[in-house]
């Protein structure tokens, strides 16, 4: 297992565009989620998935913004009519929760530009 | 809500020399665990090191500790004979063990520079 893949790695798109993310996380964890990333900040949480179900959305998670687990697998990320508020980088990690430990792996981000 | 601040926007440290990163945050909560997490450039963020709020004994991981102060809630992070390879951004993170433990909150980071 090579660990949480997140693809594109970089992305830029005109304002207005639609974009999708893709993000492949470690096998057997059965948590998933998605962070943004802005320049000189820590991650902000924006969306959890327990298997298949999305079970909290951040308030930062506009209607623009949806994600889907389908099967309980790889993940989604797409933000529609992007605006240039939405550059940043997005991660996603995931976990398995075992013996009150819950180890996040994190991917390597998608670096959104939106000009 | 849980806040964590990290008031050192950046540090440096002479190679082989030990540096500390400060963390506090804010929490109502008695049960709780913190981590210190690395942003190497490439961008994917490794964890340092944890701990969890209802040990006393502070975390270690070879040349990393942390200094965790429960009443006074801080936690800093200690990187002995600092090499070239610990040069990245340092994120301090806070996660409750109850409802909502799958969420970290971040604080804004500290980017240590390490000088040969």
């Known amino acids: 297992d090579t660990g949480v893949s997140q693809n594109p790695r970089h992305k830029i798109t005109k304002r207005g565009q639609n974009v999708t993310f893709r993000c492949d996380p470690i096998?057997?964890?059965?948590?998933l989620y998605w962070y943004r990333q802005t320049l000189g900040q820590g991650p902000e949480f924006l969306t959890y998935?327990?298997?298949?179900?999305?079970?909290?959305k951040s308030r930062l998670l506009s209607d623009r913004f949806s994600a889907e687990r389908p099967k309980g697998s790889f993940s989604t990320l797409e933000i529609q009519r992007t605006e240039q508020g939405d550059s940043a980088m997005y991660l996603c990690?995931?976990?398995?929760?075992?013996?009150?430990?819950?180890?996040?792996?994190f991917g390597s981000g998608t670096r959104l530009t939106v000009v | 809500a849980q806040t964590v601040t990290q008031s050192q926007p950046e540090m440096s440290v002479q190679e082989a020399e030990t540096v500390t990163l400060s963390c506090t945050y804010d929490?109502?909560?008695?049960?709780?665990?913190l981590f210190w997490y690395k942003q190497p450039p490439s961008r994917q963020m490794i964890l340092v090191i944890r701990?969890?709020?209802?040990?006393?004994q502070n975390a270690t991981e070879n040349r990393f500790s942390v200094n965790f102060q429960k009443a006074a809630k801080s936690f800093s992070l200690k990187i002995s004979d600092s090499q070239l390879g610990d040069a990245a951004m340092y994120f301090c993170?806070?996660?409750?063990?109850?409802?909502?433990?799958?969420?970290?909150?971040f604080g804004k980071g500290t980017l240590l520079t390490v000088n040969p």
């Open positions: 701990q969890e709020a209802y040990k006393q």
């Open positions: 998935f327990q298997n298949e179900a999305q079970l909290e």
């Open positions: 929490t109502s909560e008695s049960d709780y665990y």
């Open positions: 990690a995931s976990s398995i929760f075992r013996d009150r430990v819950d180890g996040y792996t």
């Open positions: 096998s057997e964890h059965n948590r």
């Open positions: 993170a806070y996660r409750n063990s109850g409802g909502s433990n799958y969420k970290l909150t």
